[in-house]
């Protein structure tokens, strides 16, 4: 029961992140349009339009210019407002805020990114899959307008390595040019539950082990990251051309890892390139992959 309730209290879905970051935004200045219109006049909403700091006075010339205008300049106007009422009145200042899990699918976020007025957050308020995304095309038009955050973390202890153990089906070499790198750094991995996809090619666990235990080991090990940019180049060099992530990791090697391994994607041999998704619920069970190039 008490899973239940931390789940229904901190978990987003799409439909109450699509109304309140998308419809909300978009709808209230005409709320406010309308209300306005039942007690003021349009030339006394313009004083007020032309009252507005910075560039008030420039839309007040403008719909002076063009009258047929001020339908369009009181919206946008409003809607400037509604965004310092966002942060001002109701301190709202995290699209993303680290203490929920937003499972909305990614066009919304960027989506509420670009329509919104808070462009922040925290990488670990969204699946792992989802920040690769991030991290790949942070610089495109919808991304670049979103400002996600790492956690910090402590250095993980000297007594901390990592394992590296490879696995194939004998007799299945179906996908000869894919292969899989599983990360199990959080907490460990169940191999008896991974995606049918794949026993068709042949994966890497990096398990993480500190003081004989392999399960809440949290912190940043800079030999994971190391050892994960090394499985990539090996895989570049042995003519894969498919490589499939799952990262049960912190966002904090994930951002290095792509620093290091994917900021010149455009340039290496990996054809393709997908994270798996897991649910934070579910005991991180690893369930579909998201292609990221």
Same mark, same amino acid.
């Given at each position: 029961?008490?899973?239940?309730? *931390?789940?229904?209290? =901190? #978990?987003?879905?799409?439909? /109450?992140?699509?109304? #309140? ?70 301190? /709202? ?5 680290? =203490? ?11 989506? %509420? ?9 925290? %990488? ?14 942070? $610089?495109?038009?919808?991304?670049? /307008? ?26 299945? $070499? ?5 292969? %899989? ?18 026993d068709e090619m042949t994966y890497v666990v990096l398990q993480t082990i500190s003081g004989g235990k392999m399960d809440r080991i949290r912190g940043y090990n800079p030999q994971l990251v190391n050892a994960i940019v090394r499985e990539v180049r090996r895989a #570049?060099? #042995?003519? *894969?051309? =498919? ?51």
């Amino acid at each position: 029961m008490e899973n239940t309730q *931390i789940k229904s209290r =901190n #978990e987003i879905q799409g439909g /109450r992140f699509f109304f #309140e970051n998308i419809v909300l935004p978009l709808i209230s200045p005409l709320f406010w349009e309308i209300i306005l219109s039942l007690f003021f006049s349009s030339k006394e909403v313009l004083v007020f339009i032309g009252q507005v700091p910075t560039f008030g006075h420039i839309l007040h010339d403008l719909v002076g210019t063009f009258p047929t205008l001020y339908n369009l300049v009181s919206y946008f106007c409003l809607y400037y407002l509604s965004g310092v009422a966002t942060h001002k009145l109701f301190a /709202r200042t995290q699209l993303l805020p680290d =203490n929920h899990y937003f499972i909305v699918p990614t066009w919304m976020i960027k989506m %509420a990114a670009f329509v919104g007025h808070v462009h922040s957050g925290s %990488a670990s308020a969204i699946p792992i899959w989802q920040y690769a995304q991030y991290l790949f095309y942070r $610089n495109d038009f919808f991304w670049r /307008r979103l400002e996600l955050s790492v956690p910090e973390v402590p250095i993980v202890g000297k007594g901390t390595k990592v394992e590296r153990k490879t696995y194939f089906k004998v007799g299945v $070499n179906k996908r000869k040019h894919d292969r %899989a790198l599983i990360v199990a750094d959080t907490y460990p991995i169940d191999l008896d539950q991974l995606p049918d996809l794949l026993d068709e090619m042949t994966y890497v666990v990096l398990q993480t082990i500190s003081g004989g235990k392999m399960d809440r080991i949290r912190g940043y090990n800079p030999q994971l990251v190391n050892a994960i940019v090394r499985e990539v180049r090996r895989a #570049e060099s #042995e003519g *894969i051309c =498919n490589l499939y992530l799952l990262l049960n990791t912190n966002p904090k090697h994930v951002t290095e890892v792509f620093r290091e391994a994917f900021s010149d994607a455009g340039r290496n041999s990996l054809r393709h390139l997908y994270v798996f998704q897991s649910d934070k619920f579910q005991n991180y069970e690893f369930t579909e992959p998201h292609r990221i190039f």
